[in-house]
């Protein structure tokens, strides 16, 4: 299959599950809990889902999956307060429903973002040459050595030549 396909075929995968989370969160909370129709809510979660998706390819990667999620819980609470007071047939306390919804919906996006970030967004590769981490966790190694002095070395050596055997004890010192 071409990547292309492959990549258009996971975007989408991503999108309908982000779509039918985040209907399926809506419904729990403003369809039982606030009396909403499923019609609002439907309309509700598509904007949430295309705006959210949108916002999750290109800040997702940048700042992380707390700061998104966050981002997310902003996003939502401004669409079900915006939205509410325009397509809401039922009154409802708009403050407590944007709020609950958002929250639950921010609960949702970090488990979410994680599925985003392991099957669509490319891991950053740190060293290119062997395509791994730059740590590789199999090949980690220590070397402990002291510093040598290589004048102080080869005029040892050359002292131990020129003394004669009988002045030298048995490490090889002079006397």
């Not at 439907?42 to 949430?48: A, F, G």
């Not at 705006?51 to 999956?65: C, K, Q, S």
């Not at 994680?114 to 981490?133: C, L, V």
Request: a positive charge.
């Amino acid at each position: 299959m071409p990547k292309r396909k492959v990549w258009c075929k996971l975007h989408v995968k991503a999108f309908l599950m982000k779509f039918v989370l985040t209907t399926a969160v809506l419904w729990v909370i403003l369809g039982l809990f606030f009396d909403v129709n499923f019609t609002d809510v439907l309309i509700t979660s598509v904007v949430i889902t295309v705006v959210g998706f949108i916002g999750d390819l290109f800040v997702l990667p940048r700042i992380g999956n707390v700061l998104a999620a966050i981002t997310d819980f902003v996003l939502a609470m401004v669409v079900v307060w915006v939205l509410g007071s325009n397509i809401f047939e039922v009154p409802i306390p708009l403050g407590t429903a944007s709020f609950v919804s958002a929250l639950a919906l921010m609960m949702e996006e970090l488990f979410f973002h994680r599925y985003m970030a392991s099957h669509i967004f490319e891991p950053k590769i740190k060293n290119p040459e062997n395509k791994t981490g730059y740590y590789q966790r199999t090949n980690l190694q220590t070397e402990f050595a002291q510093e040598v002095d290589v004048d102080k070395v080869s005029r040892e050596t050359k002292e131990k030549e020129l003394t004669p055997p009988d002045k030298r004890d048995k490490n090889g010192k002079r006397k």
